[in-house]
């Protein structure tokens, strides 16, 4: 490889053990360096924009879903959408929504209390209630329950 390129191999870094900005929820593993920085970045009262570009596979979703979920958890008693979250294509909106489910499920200040949905096109599956490793998909039930 040649100029201006680099390479980022595994392992990633991992950040040193400390504090993470999170209020409400805890993060479920040592998070890599970058997504430290990020969280660092995205939470609190002054969220600053923020890129990150890794490799695949580098927890780029985790950088933007906890602090998100961290702000949900903390207005969980206020109604309303709290995030949208655009993906470029159907597909990797779909192949994320397992994740979100899952991390919401698992944190109890979460599970029960926050809901989230996939809102893409087609009519597949019309599920109007959170599942462990799925999201809300029926688009009437997302627009009445905003």
């Not at 360096?33 to 985790?62: I, M, N, W, Y």
């Not at 779909?94 to 944190?107: G, K, L, S, V």
Request: with cysteine; glycine share 6%.
């Amino acid at each position: 490889m040649t100029a201006p390129y680099y390479s980022l191999r595994l392992p990633f870094r991992p950040a040193p053990p400390g504090e993470l900005p999170f209020t409400e929820i805890t993060f479920p593993y040592r998070p890599h360096l970058h997504q430290a920085r990020a969280f660092a970045r995205l939470c609190g009262d002054e969220p600053r924009s923020t890129l990150v570009a890794t490799g695949t596979g580098s927890g780029k979703t985790e950088c933007f879903l906890f602090p998100i979920l961290d702000s949900c958890a903390a207005h969980v008693d206020e109604l309303g959408v709290k995030a949208i979250i655009v993906y470029p294509m159907n597909a990797l909106a779909t192949d994320q929504a397992r994740r979100f489910a899952q991390a919401i499920h698992a944190d109890p200040k979460l599970r029960g209390k926050v809901t989230a949905g996939l809102f893409i096109g087609g009519d597949s599956d019309q599920s109007v209630e959170m599942k462990p490793d799925w999201l809300i998909t029926s688009k009437s039930h997302q627009r009445d329950h905003r």
